[in-house]
């Protein structure tokens, strides 16, 4: 069984500095690329950042490009999202997603909350 | 940025009717659309992917159809739990960008 399990959020001032972790199981980690979606309370989905399986493709949204890093670890199955220099519009619910062959994503943790407020 | 457009914003229906969402994109994304449902609280969970292929273990009453940059999600015979919020998904180009949201509420 597919599984995603994030874990790292909690309440951060503002320009602090937060490191997210996905833990990935039951499928060959490595074999697929990964996503951070976020969700701020209330609002919509926003896509974030993506990885490709050998970390050879990498790409952010406008709105974190310069201040999150998207890395990963195969040998631990592992996903991460370090966040820098946080704002208050950074708050949010932060999904890793699955990227299917397809190009959707598949499968979703339950998500993290990140809170950024002084 | 392709921007996707979702209509409407919510709607209300009863069980057993038939529902139709749409979804827009600034510019052409072939079929590269995918159809997701959240439930409050909970994580987001594909329905179709590449605007018309129902994802595995998703009931036949849900549809997709669409290319270019017109596509239509559509819930032929509503059940009690089809009532979340319906998101749409560009994966022609990067950023990977959702439609704001249908709420699809009981009337």
């Known amino acids: 069984e597919v599984q995603l399990v994030e874990s790292g959020g909690g309440l951060v001032k503002p320009g602090g500095s937060l490191r997210l972790s996905c833990e990935a199981s039951?499928?060959?980690?490595?074999?697929?690329?990964m996503n951070w979606v976020r969700q701020a309370p209330g609002k919509g989905l926003e896509w974030v950042s993506y990885i490709s399986g050998s970390s050879g493709y990498i790409f952010y949204s406008d709105s974190v490009k310069g201040r999150f890093t998207i890395t990963r670890d195969n040998a631990r199955d592992s996903l991460y999202l370090q966040m820098n220099s946080l704002r208050a519009e950074d708050t949010a619910v932060y999904y890793c997603?699955?990227?299917?062959?397809?190009?959707?994503?598949?499968?979703w943790g339950q998500g993290t909350l990140v809170t950024v407020s002084s | 940025d392709i921007q996707m457009t979702q209509s409407p914003s919510s709607l209300s229906a009863s069980v057993g009717d038939r529902v139709t969402i749409t979804c827009r994109a600034s510019?052409?994304?072939?079929?590269?659309l995918n159809w997701y449902q959240q439930k409050p609280g909970k994580a987001p969970k594909l329905l179709i992917f590449a605007a018309s292929t129902l994802q595995s273990g998703v009931p036949s009453r849900f549809s997709g159809s669409g290319s270019g940059t017109d596509f239509t999600l559509t819930i032929s015979s509503l059940q009690p739990e089809d009532f979340a919020t319906y998101y749409c998904?560009?994966?022609?180009?990067?950023?990977?960008?959702f439609g704001q949201g249908t709420k699809l509420e009981i009337k």
């Open positions: 039951g499928f060959s980690f490595s074999s697929y690329s």
């Open positions: 998904q560009q994966t022609y180009s990067t950023p990977r960008t």
């Open positions: 510019q052409s994304i072939s079929t590269y």
């Open positions: 997603a699955r990227d299917a062959n397809t190009g959707s994503f598949d499968f």
